[in-house]
């Protein structure tokens, strides 16, 4: 803030309020280093851009709704709400984290492609037919090829989940020895 010594904080809100555009960019060059430090506080710099853009929409609102008879200086008013934003986007990516960890599955069966991918594809299956037992070629299509859940392919196949663990084990070791020789 040494940079603007002749420039007052109640000085550019008063134009700011008034209309005068060159009076925001003054408060946005005077308040940019105290955003980047406020993001980096939060360990947001991975989306510094964004969250910098963010908080100049915040300096000017901040600017616009400020009111002096409340005792406090326009720095720590527009602290306190760029903080409140931080902390709200923070939560947020928390809580959109822990609903992807939670619901997982389902988000990866929802998005998993199960469409054969190409013309070698039965033919692909056919040698594992040779291969594979048939325990081990149907726990290793529900599994890997659909995507199913070992629950749901214990329940399926009416065997215990420890059961399609070793058939998709020994499927996998089969499948790897085969297409290595």
């Known amino acids: 803030m040494k940079r603007y010594p002749q420039h007052n904080d109640y000085e550019i809100i008063g134009l700011i309020q008034e209309g005068d555009t060159e009076a925001v960019t003054l408060l946005a060059d005077k308040y ?4 980047a430090k406020k993001i980096h506080k939060f360990n947001l710099s991975y989306i510094f851009d964004d969250m910098h853009q963010e908080g100049l929409m915040i300096l000017y ?23 409140r934003y931080l902390i709200t986007t923070v939560t ?40 594979l037992t048939e325990t081990e070629y149907h726990v290793y299509i529900l599994r890997e090829v659909k995507n199913e859940t070992v629950d749901r392919i214990a329940s399926r196949l009416a065997v215990p989940i420890k059961t399609v663990y070793n058939a998709l084990h020994r499927a996998k ?9």
Do not use: G, W
Request: aromatic share 14%.
């Open 32 to 35: 940019t280093r105290l955003i």
């Open 61 to 83: 609102k901040s600017a616009v709704t400020f009111n002096p008879a409340f005792n406090k200086t326009f720095t720590r008013y527009f602290e306190m709400n760029y903080e």
């Open 92 to 131: 947020q990516f928390r809580v959109r984290s822990e609903v992807e960890y939670l619901h997982k599955q389902d988000i990866h069966q929802s998005v998993h492609s199960v469409s054969e991918c190409s013309v070698y594809f039965p033919l692909h299956l056919k040698e594992l037919k040779k291969v």
């Open 173 to 181: 070791a089969k499948i790897h020895r085969h297409f290595q020789a």
